[in-house]
């Protein structure tokens, strides 16, 4: 069973870089059966994927082409985790967000807890 | 882009709820599998896979769960909807780059 563990600061402040993590336990950021993803759930309750990293012999990272050049998406081995990073943050980057790990049939089948940031002044 | 048929639905309990989505383009891939999942989402709670691979339960979803469909048009069906059942329903398509539809509000009449 994976469990998806996040944290991270719940308030950010306009055109700084939102930072959460995702500690990982019941697989391995490196596995070469899983891919990690970050989502994000707009208070419309739409839901957004924004990227995912995974390893197969070699680090991948792809993201959504709406948000190429503001999101990072890095895995740290050393912890068993992986991070998301948004930069130049606006209001409208307020959201719940999600870490989810993904399995061989492509489903996201193990999700994190959500953390809700909020980009205010 | 995934277009679900309807943003709510109000069903009683025992009674039988369909929720359909439909992709703009086919979500067949070369190996025979459609990448069509459908998820719950639970006031508060990440949402939870219900079916991956457009007709495949996920371990623990009750029976009464099932999803059909194939290329670009897909079904998930509730047999016998229960009060638990209430909450957002949302298919998501991992051929191409993740995306999700626009989700239907399951209500209990």
């Known amino acids: 069973q994976v469990h998806l563990q996040q944290s991270g600061p719940g308030l950010v402040k306009p055109s700084q870089t939102l930072s959460l993590t995702c500690a990982i336990s019941?697989?391995?950021?490196?596995?070469?059966?899983?891919?990690w993803n970050w989502i994000r759930q707009s208070p419309s309750g739409g839901l957004e994927w924004l990227g995912r990293?995974?390893?197969?012999?070699?680090?991948?990272?792809s993201y959504a082409p709406s948000m190429k050049g503001r999101v990072f998406i890095k895995p740290d081995t050393s912890k068993n985790q992986f991070s998301l990073q948004v930069t130049s943050v606006t209001p409208e980057d307020s959201a719940v967000y999600y870490c989810?790990?993904?399995?061989?049939?492509?489903?996201?089948?193990?999700w994190g807890q959500g953390t809700l940031v909020i980009v205010s002044s | 882009v995934l277009t679900q048929s309807s943003l709510s639905l109000a069903v009683r309990p025992g009674e039988p709820a369909s929720i359909s989505c439909r992709a703009s383009?086919?979500?067949?891939?070369?190996?025979?599998?459609?990448?069509l999942d459908w998820y719950l989402q639970k006031p508060g709670k990440p949402p939870q896979l219900l079916i991956y691979?457009?007709?495949n339960r996920a371990s623990g979803v009750p029976d009464r769960f099932s999803g059909s469909g194939s290329g670009t048009d897909f079904t998930l069906k509730i047999s016998r909807v229960e009060p638990d059942d209430v909450g957002v329903y949302y298919c998501?398509?991992?051929?191409?780059?993740?995306?999700f539809g626009q989700g239907t509000r399951l209500e209990i009449k």
């Open positions: 383009q086919s979500l067949l891939y070369s190996n025979g599998h459609n990448y």
């Open positions: 989810a790990g993904q399995g061989e049939a492509a489903s996201l089948d193990s």
């Open positions: 691979l457009g007709s």
């Open positions: 990293t995974f390893y197969r012999a070699k680090w991948y990272t």
């Open positions: 019941g697989d391995s950021v490196a596995s070469k059966d899983a891919a």
């Open positions: 998501m398509q991992a051929l191409q780059t993740i995306t």
